[in-house]
């Protein structure tokens, strides 16, 4: 079992920034990819950045120059740096994580999701 905690949403006025976390925490297991989603009021979920576990990262073009992922493996922690925020970014986001654990195979773990509003 792997479990999910994110940080750092919040009101943020357009142009500014915010930075995203979440840390993965269980035993005895191994991520594959780890992923950001965000879900916008009335719309569905997109994904909005990748990365997997040789370091490749893949970003939705509507935040790509804006927004950028890393990762701390000693921390089992990916972050999300948003820059130059839109009043489009407003939207609740959820880290997803693609895990191995030996009683279960690889699967998907999700998080609670963190809201992040951008208004002025």
């Known amino acids: 079992q792997v479990q999910l905690v994110e940080s750092g949403g919040g009101l943020v006025q357009p142009g500014g920034s915010l930075r995203l976390s979440c840390a993965a925490s269980?035993?005895?297991?191994?991520?594959?990819?780890m992923y950001w989603y965000r879900q916008a009021p009335g719309k569905p979920r997109e994904v909005v950045i990748t990365?997997?576990?040789?370091?490749?990262?893949d970003y939705a073009d509507s935040v790509s120059g804006r927004f950028t992922i890393s990762r701390d493996n000693s921390k089992n922690t990916v972050y999300l740096q948003m820059n130059n925020l839109k009043p489009e970014d407003t939207a609740v986001y959820y880290c997803?994580?693609?895990?191995?654990?030996?009683?279960?195979?690889?699967?998907?773990?999700w998080g609670k999701g963190t809201l992040v509003t951008v208004s002025s």
């Open positions: 997803n994580v693609n895990a191995w654990t030996p009683s279960r195979g690889s699967m998907d773990y």
């Open positions: 269980g035993t005895n297991f191994r991520i594959n990819a």
């Open positions: 990365i997997i576990s040789g370091g490749r990262t």
